[in-house]
Antibody, heavy 123, light 112 residues
Framework: QVQLVESGGGVVQPGRSRRLSCAAS????????MHWVRQAPGKGLEWLAV????????YYADSVKGRFFISRDNSKNTLYLQMNSLRAEDTAVYYC????????????????WGQGTMVTVSS | DIVMTQSPLSLPVTPGEPASISCRSS???????????LDWYVQKPGQSPHLLIY???NRASGVPDRFSGSGSGTDFTLTISRVEAEDVGVYYC?????????FGGGTKVEIK
């Protein structure tokens, strides 16, 4: 079935790194733009990053630019988020999500979401 | 960045009654192609978010027809025509016109 499954979360010390993965199945991953979105405990949703279907274009929220890096391996149907220099405020559930690109070249809505993986930054 | 503002923060509702959530953007979300790049998501308790409405007024696959989206430019509304108990959750609007994509702060719908 159509699904996204995130993994790689856990407890990590401030200043350290962590890589999250998002495994896709049931749809054509290589045709999809892919996103990372996070949700701090008790808070709302924050968009973090997007990568185009072929990996040539990527964009980031200012809050993670220069620390987090999005990548993908279309041969493995997997999206990644490399998180460096982690801070306490990065503590959140991290979701991956799929969108398309419409005829005007704009991103379409997030029609598939994963279940999320929790990252806790604490000493 | 486009700022998305939702109201109310909390919405107690009676089953069978209608409910509306407002979402305003700091810039127009109307593209020259005629589409409004405004989507609605719901996050039910303990679940990940899922898509309700895309491009302002289009119901996503499988979404009951009691949900409708309206508005254009900077002012949008999500309406539930007759609330059911299963509709409890936090509703978010999101603009897809400009990167960074931005969400509203969320509206918590709860049963009275």
């Amino acid at each position: 079935q159509v699904q996204l499954v995130e993994s790689g979360g856990g407890v990590v010390q401030p200043g350290r790194s962590r890589r999250l993965s998002c495994a896709a199945s049931g749809f054509t991953f290589s045709d999809s733009a892919m996103h990372w979105v996070r949700q701090a405990p008790g808070k709302g949703l924050e968009w973090l990053a997007v990568m185009s279907y072929d990996g040539t274009n990527k964009y980031y929220a200012d809050s993670v630019k220069g620390r987090f890096f999005i990548s993908r391996d279309n041969s493995k149907n997997t999206l990644y988020l490399q998180m460096n220099s982690l801070r306490a405020e990065d503590t959140a559930v991290y979701y991956c999500a799929r969108s398309g690109v419409d005829a005007s070249g704009l991103l379409s809505a997030f029609d598939i979401w994963g279940q999320g993986t929790m990252v806790t930054v604490s000493s | 960045d486009i700022v998305m503002t939702q109201s109310p923060l909390s919405l107690p509702v009676t089953p069978g009654e209608p409910a509306s959530i407002s979402c305003r953007s700091s810039q127009s979300l109307l593209h020259r192609n005629g589409n409004n790049y405004l989507d609605w998501y719901v996050q039910k308790p303990g679940q990940s978010p899922h898509l309700l409405i895309y491009l302002g007024s289009n119901r996503a696959s499988g979404v009951p027809d009691r949900f409708s989206g309206s508005g254009s430019g900077t002012d949008f509304t999500l309406t539930i025509s007759r609330v059911e108990a299963e509709d409890v959750g936090v509703y978010y609007c999101m603009q897809g016109l400009q990167i960074p994509l931005t969400f509203g702060g969320g509206t918590k719908v709860e049963i009275k």
